[in-house]
């Protein structure tokens, strides 16, 4: 690796970044000009490995404007060895005061894919030969407008009587079914969108549905139809037998105010719900493999 340069961008380097063909462009993700012009992207937090002038490593960490945590890498592709982007994450980790969180963006069902396997294998063992360990994996679903089953009539919905019902009922749920952008929360705010949803979200309470079984709570649903798109922020039961209706009951929620398409991230654990998304007509959009350092809480 004599001839390999590993160094930051410096501004207005921007286009070098993107000299190197995307290798999975059919996933959905920030452009890297865009992540730029919006302040999240930087060309210090940006880092290439270069052989012969061309970029084989790219590595670009992203802290929104205003975020409180430490910045996460979110672009990180590899044309070269594991060997050479497990330096460049080195020479990046010590610029940035040591390792911090890698949020491995892969298509939907990767595992299944020998295409994009062979795209993904080097930095993920880049990452591992860094110090990172990989820590759980959450999937990206998309609902775009397939028809909700029907409700049964056992359960109503109602909103919330105030935010205050919503965190005794955030109090009593263990495990929130969906939490999406639960990362973005954390990073930016510093906030644990498990147990305080409304910190995030706001006191707002017009996007919340309670599911009530014979006059108790079983349920509790969160959405945001003004975030960057319509979404099922949370989804918490107290009885598994309503998933199914609540879930569908938040989708038109969204769908009634406008929404054509609903987001929800789900830990890939969670094959149950997993498969009531699916039932319910959400589509697995994309997978986010969590790498860590060793001592993270992650």
């Known amino acids: 690796m004599t001839d390999l340069v590993?160094?930051?961008l410096v501004a207005g380097e921007e286009n070098l970044f993107d000299?190197?063909?995307d290798p999975l462009p059919q996933l959905r993700q920030v452009a890297y000009a865009d992540g730029i012009a919006g302040g999240g992207y930087r060309p210090e937090h940006t880092w290439v490995a270069l052989r012969a002038g061309r970029v084989v490593g790219r590595a670009a960490w992203v802290l929104p404007p205003r975020a409180i945590g430490a910045p996460w890498l979110e672009r990180f592709d590899l044309d070269a060895?594991?060997?050479v982007g497990a330096e460049l994450l080195r020479a990046a980790h010590e610029a940035l005061g040591g390792p911090v969180l890698y949020y491995a963006a892969l298509p939907a069902h990767w595992r299944r894919r020998p295409e994009v396997l062979a795209v993904v294998r080097a930095p993920m063992e880049a990452a591992r030969l860094a110090g990172l360990v990989e820590r759980g994996e959450r999937l990206r679903c998309s609902w775009t407008g397939t028809p909700l089953p029907a409700s049964s009539g056992r359960y109503d919905f109602r909103a919330p009587v105030d935010a205050?019902?919503?965190k005794a009922l955030v109090a009593r749920i263990a495990e929130p079914d969906v939490l999406t952008g639960v990362e973005n929360a954390l990073a930016v705010s510093g906030v644990d969108l498990a147990t305080d949803p409304l910190a995030w979200l706001g006191d707002a309470t017009e996007g919340w549905r309670v599911a009530?079984?014979?006059?108790?709570?079983?349920?509790l649903a969160g959405t945001a139809g003004d975030a960057c798109f319509p979404l099922l922020a949370y989804l918490g039961l107290l009885d598994e037998a309503?998933?199914?209706e609540l879930l569908a009951e938040a989708v038109r929620v969204l769908a009634a105010g406008g929404a054509r398409e609903v987001i929800a991230d789900v830990q890939s654990h969670r094959v149950t719900v997993l498969a009531e998304l699916e039932r319910t007509g959400f589509r697995q959009l994309r997978s986010r493999v969590v790498f860590a350092p060793p001592n993270s809480q992650e």
């Open 212 to 219: 009530v079984d014979a006059g108790k709570p079983v349920g």
């Open 19 to 21: 000299s190197m063909p």
């Open 81 to 83: 060895e594991p060997e």
């Open 242 to 244: 309503a998933r199914p």
């Open 164 to 166: 205050a019902e919503i």
């Open 6 to 8: 590993i160094r930051p």
